[in-house]
């Protein structure tokens, strides 16, 4: 293996409004992944689930 000493160096740049755009995405994301199952457990009758066999 060849080692080569170079350092990378990454700009980043950070800025307000890119970590409330973060948190906009991963709240629409979630909400949107619950859909489904909420959609499934609403049709559930609350005696179906009660209901000792």
Do not use: D, F, G, Q
């Amino acid at each position: 293996m060849i080692k080569i000493n170079v350092p990378i160096i990454i700009p980043v740049i950070l800025l307000p409004t890119l970590y409330l755009y973060s948190l906009l995405i991963a709240v629409a994301t979630s909400i949107v992944a619950s859909v489904p199952s909420l959609i499934s457990i609403t049709r559930i009758r609350p005696m179906e689930v009660l209901r000792i066999e």
